[in-house]
């Protein structure tokens, strides 16, 4: 217990980063959102359309962050005009796909008033890959703390006011994901996490799977990543209760 | 014992109008008749010791064979070599005889199959769906090449295994589950405080990834094996590129086979350090299991450093690996390694004589060595059952065959043995790394790849975290996979832990749950 105490509390110190307190700079590295930098030099060789595994790309070489799995394919194959910059932060109310009509409907919010202060999330996975839930449970490591902005993982759908959907549901969810929503008690909101939750991801249009949380559920958040990174999460989260745009974090 | 004398064996004791027997390198490929399947392949799993790898089907009514074939891969570990046998299926009656009753391990590939193709095994003992129930219909069969689409909704029903009894109670839990984690359905039955009965019901998350695959370039697949599990993404994407280089019949620089290497190890440390850090949460000792995540943080941190990805993803594809490791990176993990070795040390020492803990883990959730042999169990959950077996020492790929390190096996087959196993092999993982950094030669990272031509099969087996996992590709025109098996570990572990729990209090199952931290996703495909 001495021992405990003694390697596990004072030998380490403070762990906890401060983001998004202090704004993060992302390893040089970081395969983040990819950028189109120079769309004068597209020509009809569909390099990079063809490319993309998950179909991220259309004609006018406009990228879907819902689609997008972050591999960085597109960027290997057309150095010349697309490159993979470090942004991370990609988190909004629209949905982020190349549906103008739809991107342009943000939901309508009565909800986030609600929640000013603090939240109770339930991640259910409704056919990911198993890479958000590694994210989600960083969440909690002593790093990232998110408790500490009154942000809590509950482990019932009906202790819940946000569901935090990953996956592109399958069809053996679905049914898990409705009773899970039902489960929660108004008022309540929606966060899709990561490419399959926002469009199907690399899944799209298999038998199996329903291509998208917003096929089933009204959704309030959407989060681009494949997986999405533990502080986008975070900013996700805060959009969701109107703290992102006010700072108060 | 050499591969000669195992075709003339196999010929002299089934008779050349049974079996028809050819071998190339390291494999050795038998064509058996339908009747023979069952009796050639136990034949050889018994007499030479070896392990069911994979078992599956594939679809070629349309080709001159007008047939469905099924697939055995047979491993044979001692001897580095891997037995195919195959055999076809007419498409009526679409029946054959249950390898079951005789290779136990058989039991989920035969019901696989008979979900994916509508092949019935006759007697096999539980046929009910694996993965496509509730709401599919029975004639839907997605991987047959003229299946395509989504088909409506019918309601059936599944019907679960009763336990019955005087203060006999189910607890059913999931799919939806208390923490964090991927969706599974448990049912307990159980007297009073002890478990007498559970059933896993898995397919939640089946998202039809071998037919995606199909569709998908090999360029494209290899992004999607990173998704088959995502954890284990790297293993995954490592064992589908070495798949198409087999076919291809290439080999890739030496500098690619070292950086693959190293970051295979890098997903071992991060996924153990989770599952023992896990293994203590699960315990109410939450100062370790915080100390564990703490330098598991930092390892996906050093991971997003030297690849640009917390999950070592987009690192492989066919050929070789696309990021190279610069000077700065292999100092910045070497550095990142010594101060996480110090720290695990501690961590060590805290949870090894904590009693809190040895309590809870000792003698729980333990897996006989005969179960685990039975059931083909690999992975750590192997080696902590008594199994002496390792993809990485027994079929060597990558760098392995030049960096030393030791297999290490206990006999206990509890929690406590699969915690240890599993720190004794970050550690091990830890000295691979170094051994690696070491001796990285210098050049190119990434050969070009030709035509894949078509009608070739490939096979891979890659030690993942979670132990053994199988890629077998069925080349086909246009650069895509006419059939893409995939097998994770989690697959043959799963039947395990309905081994291991009965006997056990309810509340110790999230802690054997843990110890084995199988996949859902790897399972469900």
């Given amino acids: 217990m001495f021992d405990s105490l003694k390697k596990g509390y004072l030998k380490k110190g403070v762990v906890t980063g401060d983001y998004p307190g202090t704004p993060l700079k992302a390893p040089e590295k970081l395969l983040g959102k990819p950028v189109v930098f120079d769309k004068s030099r597209c020509g009809d060789c569909r390099a990079c359309i063809d490319a993309c595994p998950s179909g991220a790309i259309n004609d006018r070489v406009n990228i879907s962050l819902g689609r997008c799995v972050f591999c960085g394919a597109c960027a290997e194959a057309c150095p010349e005009a697309i490159r993979m910059s470090s942004e991370f932060e990609l988190a909004s109310r629209a949905k982020p796909d190349f549906d103008v009509e739809a991107a342009g409907r943000a939901m309508e919010r009565k909800t986030s008033k609600a929640f000013g202060r603090s939240l109770a999330i339930r991640e259910v996975d409704a056919g990911s890959c198993n890479g958000c839930e590694v994210e989600v449970n960083a969440l909690s490591n002593a790093i990232y703390d998110i408790e500490r902005f009154g942000l809590h993982i509950v482990a019932s759908p009906r202790h819940a006011d946000a569901l935090l959907v990953t996956g592109p549901v399958t069809r053996n969810m679905e049914r898990g994901l409705i009773q899970s929503y039902r489960a929660a008690p108004e008022p309540k909101m929606v966060i899709a996490m990561g490419a399959c939750a926002i469009t199907g991801g690399i899944f799209r249009d298999s038998y199996a799977v329903l291509n998208g949380v917003d096929s089933l559920l009204p959704v309030d958040v959407y989060i681009p990543g494949c997986p999405p990174r533990p502080q986008a999460i975070i900013q996700g989260i805060m959009i969701a209760i109107d703290r992102w745009e006010a700072k108060r974090f | ?525």
């Fill in chain 2, 1 to 525: 014992m050499t591969p000669l004398n195992i075709i003339n064996e196999i010929t002299a004791a089934f008779g050349a109008d049974m079996v028809s027997v050819e071998g190339y390198g390291n494999r050795i490929m038998v064509k058996a008749t339908l009747e023979a399947l069952p009796y050639v392949t136990s034949f050889i799993t018994k007499r030479y010791n070896g392990a069911l790898a994979t078992m599956h089907a594939a679809d070629h009514l349309r080709s001159d064979r007008k047939a469905f074939t099924i697939y055995v891969v047979i491993d044979i570990a001692s001897m580095d070599l891997y037995v195919m046998v195959e055999a076809d299926v007419p498409e009526k009656p679409g029946r054959y005889n249950s390898l079951t009753p005789m290779i136990h391990s058989a039991n989920w590939y035969e019901r696989e199959i008979a979900d994916m193709f509508g092949l019935i095994p006759v007697g096999h003992p539980d046929l009910r769906p694996l993965v496509l129930y509730d709401n599919w219909p029975t004639e839907f069969h997605p991987l047959r090449k003229d299946t395509d689409g989504r088909p409506l909704k019918v309601m059936t029903e599944y019907p679960y295994r009763m336990v019955e009894g005087e203060g006999v109670f189910e607890i059913p839990v999931g799919p939806v589950h208390a923490g964090v984690i991927e969706p599974g359905h448990f049912r307990f039955s159980v007297a009073g405080e002890p478990v007498i009965n559970l059933e896993i019901r898995m397919g939640y998350v089946h998202k039809g990834i071998e037919k995606i695959s199909e569709r998908m370039t090999y360029s494209h697949g290899v992004i999607l094996a990173e998704r088959i599990s995502g954890d284990n993404g790297m293993a995954h994407a490592t064992a589908y590129c070495q798949t198409i280089e087999q076919i291809a019949g290439i080999k890739i620089p030496e500098r690619a086979d070292y950086i693959r290497t190293v970051f295979l190890e890098m997903e071992r440390i991060y996924n153990h350090l989770g599952d023992v850090g896990g293994i203590s949460l699960d315990t109410a000792y939450n100062v370790g299991a915080q100390h564990a995540y703490i330098i598991r943080e930092r390892m996906m941190q050093l991971n997003e450093c030297v690849s640009g990805s917390r999950l070592l993803r987009s690192i492989n594809c066919p050929g070789g690996v696309r990021r190279d490791l610069t000077k700065d990176d292999i100092s910045k993990i070497r550095t990142t390694l010594v101060k996480a070795k110090l720290d695990f040390q501690d961590f060590v020492g805290l949870v090894g004589k904590e009693p809190s803990i040895m309590d809870r883990v000792e003698t729980t959730g333990r897996l006989s060595t005969e179960a685990a042999r039975s059931l083909n169990v690999v992975g750590p959950g192997a080696r902590a059952s008594g199994i002496n077996r390792d993809v990485r020492r027994d079929h060597p790929y990558a760098a392995y065959r030049d960096l030393s390190f030791v297999v290490h096996v206990l006999k206990e087959g509890d929690v406590n043995a699969r915690m240890k196993v599993k720190i004794a092999e970050t550690y091990e993982s830890m000295s691979i790394i170094e051994q690696a950094l070491d001796k990285i030669p210098e050049g190119e990272i990434r050969t070009s790849l030709a035509e894949i031509p078509p009608g070739r099969t490939g096979l891979s087996l890659v030690e993942s975290p979670r132990g053994e996992l199988v890629h077998w590709i069925l080349s086909d025109e246009g650069g895509r996979p006419f059939r893409h098996k995939i097998r994770d570990p989690s697959f043959c572990n799963w039947l395990a832990m309905e081994q291991a729990t009965p006997g056990n209090i309810v509340p110790d199952f999230p802690l054997v749950n843990k110890s084995f931290n199988l996949s859902y996703s790897g399972n469900d495909l």
